[in-house]
């Protein structure tokens, strides 16, 4: 099992609407052959960041649904105008040791 893990920041002050579009995403990565599970949180102290955690059962299946035509369209709720700070913009793909 792998976990990747994106970690965002909004530059633009359009947090809430970044939180609004994760709550009502289109759910497209559950159906992605691999996914175990996804959760979003954002920094107890910078509401502007953000971290996307979702694990898999490999890095290949992981790796598939990114460059996948679903991806993509999952992002269509991203909001308009959205700038990010992309000095802070990393994933971080994470092998499990052991069960």
């Known amino acids: ?13 359009l947090e809430d609407s970044v939180a ?4 009502n ?6 159906h992605a052959e691999g996914f ?3 959760e979003v949180f954002t920094d ?4 502007s960041v953000f971290y996307l955690s979702t694990r898999w059962s490999s890095e290949a299946a ?7 035509e679903a991806h ?5 709720g991203i909001p308009a105008g959205l700038k990010l700070d992309p000095a802070f ?4 793909v994470m092998e499990r040791l052991c069960d």
């Open 36 to 38: 175990l599970g996804l």
């Open 72 to 76: 993509h369209a999952s992002h269509k």
């Open 1 to 13: 099992m792998i976990l990747a893990l994106s970690r965002f920041k909004v530059a633009n002050g």
């Open 20 to 23: 609004r579009a994760f709550v």
């Open 25 to 30: 995403r289109p759910r497209l990565v559950e």
């Open 44 to 47: 107890g102290g910078d509401a």
């Open 62 to 68: 992981f790796r598939q649904w990114h460059a996948s």
């Open 89 to 92: 913009t990393q994933l971080i």
